[in-house]
């Protein structure tokens, strides 16, 4: 019978000094936390009218009932 | 429960403001103010830190024990005050208010004779770190030519651009939407439109076009109503200590004039041959910065004077001082007159 291949669903870090854990996150991370995406999405942000927001108006011109 | 030795205490973003026959408690954390008779008014400004409640009924002749109970266990069920046996670690909220920013708001109005460099009005008013700009446009003027004096902002810390258009320039709702796109500080408001209207023209956006067929004239008079009044801790600040309307604000009118605010008489230089920055440092620019609602007439004696905005010029007749656009709220007798806005 023919040995299954499970290398793919087991991974070994290559610096054994880092205990798998932390690989794992610190490897996750860093995949999640695309910088330059990062930043755009933070322009976007800027963009979006979030900051569109005082504690008083400039004047009342106009007011509908 | 309160206990017989307890204090009552109002949270410190919970003030008591008295006006003539009617007084409220503003709450500068939810934003909103809960009206009170002048009766309360007068034991909720009792030292409560001093006097438990059992003395500060008898403080009043005990005349008042059943609507103090009423009424305090109601602030305590609404979130505006608490019980406690011991209000030392309480403290009352510092009245004290001051700002980073040199100039707060903005007003620049354009119209076919405007002469002044705009780019120059709009970065002096960035290098000042202006919060709020309007920009006003009257007459069939090229607005193209004001949207790409914008772009000296687009990287500045002014917060909000309003920009008012005439309804006949008869700009397309394309072009409208596109400087919503270009421009994602700016709000639009279209006035003299057949028909009052809000337009949403992004998706995944709350950010529409105003369209109100109100005008706007130069003679135009800002509007006061209950539902404008603005509850926050930073306008209750700035209202204690100064002119809300017109503290930290200058305004460019038409002619380059510089002023409070553009419908003033009083020109203070103008933009062609002054810096800003050199007139706001102006003692006499400055003095309307501390006339606050407290030293007007009829202002002091109403209720709503640390929550409403104003940007009336103020006279002086003899000791005192006098709004020269004010409201149609009668803080004598609590009552409304309908505003009419020109």
């Known amino acids: 019978m023919k040995a299954k ?4 669903q087991v991974k070994i870090p290559e610096n054994e000094a880092i205990p798998f854990d932390l690989y794992y996150i610190t490897s996750t991370k860093k995949k999640e936390i695309p910088r330059e995406d990062f930043k755009l999405e933070m322009d976007r942000y800027y963009g979006k009218g979030m900051i569109m927001d005082f504690y008083k108006d400039n004047s009342n011109m106009f007011y509908e009932e | 429960m309160k206990n017989k030795e307890d204090h009552f205490i109002l949270f410190s973003t919970c003030i008591p403001v008295k006006g003539y026959v009617s007084s409220l408690i ?93 780019t120059n009005v709009f970065q002096q008013l960035d290098a000042l770190d202006c919060q709020l700009l309007q920009i006003r446009i009257y007459d069939k003027i090229e607005v193209a030519r004001v949207i790409e004096t ?67 004239l130069y003679s135009s008079k800002e509007v006061y109503s209950k539902n404008l009044f603005t509850v926050s801790r930073e306008m209750f600040l700035e209202s204690v200590n100064y002119n809300a309307g017109l503290y930290r604000k200058v305004c460019i009118d038409h002619e380059g004039s510089i002023k409070n605010y553009v419908s003033h008489e009083t020109a203070y230089g103008n933009i062609k041959d002054n810096l800003i920055a050199d007139i706001i440092q102006k003692e006499e620019f400055k003095e309307k910065y501390y006339l606050k609602n407290d030293l007007i007439e009829k202002c002091k004696d109403c209720q709503f004077r640390y929550m409403c905005l104003s940007n009336s010029d103020i006279e002086k007749k003899g000791k005192n001082y006098y709004k020269i656009n004010t409201c149609t709220y009668n803080p004598y007798k609590n009552t409304w007159e309908p505003s009419v806005n020109i």
Do not use: W
């Not at chain 2, 830190?49 to 403080?59: D, G, N, Q």
């Not at chain 2, 609507?67 to 406690?84: E, P, R, S």
């Not at chain 2, 394309?174 to 209207?197: C, H, M, Q, W």
């Open chain 2, 26 to 118: 503003m709450d500068l954390d939810k934003g909103e103010y809960l009206e009170i008779p002048n009766e309360l008014y007068d034991i909720l400004v009792t030292d409560h830190f001093k006097y438990t409640i059992e003395e500060v009924k008898s403080l009043f002749n005990n005349d008042y024990d059943e609507g103090i109970n009423q009424y305090f266990q109601y602030l305590v069920n609404n979130h505006y005050g608490f019980y406690t046996s011991n209000p030392s670690p309480f403290q009352k909220l510092p009245l004290h208010f001051d700002s980073p920013h040199k100039v707060i708001s903005s007003i620049v109005v354009i119209n076919k004779d405007s002469k002044y460099d705009l």
């Open chain 2, 150 to 216: 914008l772009k000296v902002l687009s990287k500045s810390s002014i917060r909000i651009i309003e920009l008012y258009l005439p309804a006949f320039l008869k700009l397309s709702h394309e072009v409208l939407k596109n400087i919503l796109v270009d421009f994602p500080r700016i709000l639009i408001t279209v006035y003299g439109a057949e028909k009052s209207k809000k337009v949403s023209v992004l998706k995944n956006s709350s950010r529409i076009i105003k369209y109100t067929n109100q005008k706007l």
């Open chain 1, 5 to 8: 291949n499970n290398s793919t």
